[in-house]
């Protein structure tokens, strides 16, 4: 298509979205829906979803390309807004950590403390063992004094260390407090990973869910495109960014550093790999974990995939790195991107915040608010003007 011809067909476009993730697809929802906004969604993979995306693989299996995505949440808000696109599958993720040559409940629990020393304690007992095996920092200042402070020393070795270690290439100590701000132990026999309210599954999955969201008449969708190849040839008015905030204002801060994944996708010809949806690997191989998709998705079939998890220095952002110096970067971009009245930032990428898919979903819902409000005041002003032009007045009396 020429410039010229693509400037015509997107005439009248109200919003410009950068991202068909959970931020963008959302938001382009609620200003068609709601707002009887025209939209244009590009994002530069060949799929919506983002990093949520869902697909079958070759063997017919469900899978999720970029790593296990569990859905759980406490905000009804957040719930009744997606129930809207999708029925749900009841799940509760479990995940066991591999540890000394037995498979033991991940987040640390009373079975996971019996099983490891051998012991029959009561729920009672195992507060007065943590407390007993916990050693006391007064000055917590890294993640390691964060976990031995809560857990003491052996637990912090079979469960934090290595795997802290793998995920983001630096040992514990060397981390803020902040990245294990908090240590969930139970001194209950709960297994559950999460304690949400809300936690399931999309039933046809996470694609069939983004597409119900974007199937609206004000809404096109333009794949495998870099905004950047198109946002000088289209009129639009707002744009609304969900990628990177230092790629937008061109690294003129710095790079803001991430950590990422490679995903090794295997499928097996049998029904079941291992007993729970993940199963944690803190102390051997490269890979920290391994996620089964049929407990996820509830699918049954007589053959089964599962995804290795490989920590990575360079690749895809998906984590960013929580150190002081990464968040004062941020503060720069961010003062930036307040000041830009043309463009709203929101998701993970642009506020380079790790975020769950739910605080995403309630992020763009909020930011929706605030982007409604200000199409009232608009529209509120323009009336004003039209009312106190007395040519307007006799026009509409007539
Ligand atoms: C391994 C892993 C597992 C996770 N598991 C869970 C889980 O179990 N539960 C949970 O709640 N959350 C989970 N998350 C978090 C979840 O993935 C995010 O909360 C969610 O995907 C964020 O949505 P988003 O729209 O902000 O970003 P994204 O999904 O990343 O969407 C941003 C989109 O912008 C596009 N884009 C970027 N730059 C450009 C550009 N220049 N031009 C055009 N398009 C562009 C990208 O291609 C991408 O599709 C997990 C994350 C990871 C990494």
């Known amino acids: 298509m020429s410039n010229s011809a693509l400037s015509t067909s997107f005439s009248g476009l109200d919003y410009l979205i950068v991202g068909a993730g959970f931020a963008g697809s959302v938001l382009a929802e609620r200003l068609a829906h ?7 969604v590009v994002d530069k993979r060949p799929h919506i979803g983002g990093n949520a995306y869902d697909r079958h693989d070759d063997a017919g299996l469900l899978i999720h390309p970029y790593g296990p995505h569990i859905f759980h949440t406490n905000s009804a808000d957040v719930f009744d807004y997606l ?27 009373l079975d996971t403390v019996n099983s490891l020393y051998g012991l029959k304690l009561s729920s009672f007992e195992m507060e007065q063992f943590l407390e007993s095996v916990a050693e006391k ?3 917590v200042r890294t993640s390691e004094d964060v976990v031995v402070n809560k857990v003491g020393r052996d637990l912090y070795n079979k469960f934090f ?53 974007l199937n609206h008449p004000n809404i096109k969708v333009m794949l495998n495109t870099d905004y950047r190849e198109i946002v000088n040839l289209i009129p639009w008015k707002q744009m ?9 204002f061109d690294f003129k801060f710095g790079k803001l550093p991430y950590r990422s994944l490679q995903f090794q996708h295997v499928t097996l010809p049998v029904e079941r790999f291992q007993p729970v949806g993940t199963v944690n690997y803190p102390n051997d191989y490269a890979y920290t974990r391994i996620s089964e998709f049929k407990h996820i998705t509830g699918q049954t079939h007589s053959s089964t995939s599962i995804v290795y998890e490989y920590p990575r220095a360079q690749g895809d952002p998906y984590y960013p790195v929580p150190t002081r110096e990464n968040a004062a970067m941020y503060k720069r971009y961010e003062a930036e991107a307040d000041a830009r009245t043309d463009v709203t930032f929101v998701g993970r990428l642009a506020t380079y915040k790790y975020y769950n898919m739910d605080q995403v979903v309630a992020q763009a819902l909020t930011a929706f608010k605030r982007l409604r409000a200000r199409h009232e005041r608009q529209d509120a002003q323009e009336i004003s003007a039209l009312t106190r032009n007395p040519a307007n007045i006799a026009l509409s009396d007539t």
Not at 34 to 40: I, P, Q
Not at 91 to 104: E, F, N, P
């Open 83 to 109: 129930s809207r696109y999708t029925q749900w599958r009841p799940y509760q993720h479990r995940v066991l950590g591999s540890v000394d040559g037995q498979l033991v409940p991940i987040p640390i629990n």
């Open 34 to 40: 709601a707002l009887d906004l025209r939209v244009l």
């Open 161 to 213: 260390r290595g795997y802290t270690r793998k995920q983001w290439g630096m040992d514990p100590s060397e981390l803020d407090a902040s990245v294990t701000a908090r240590v969930p132990t139970r001194t209950n026999r709960d297994g559950r990973y999460f304690t949400d309210t809300f936690q399931a599954m999309p039933a046809q999955g996470y694609t069939r869910m983004f597409e119900a969201m």
């Open 240 to 248: 609304i960014y969900t990628g990177p905030v230092d790629s937008f």
């Open 137 to 139: 920092i007064d000055d």
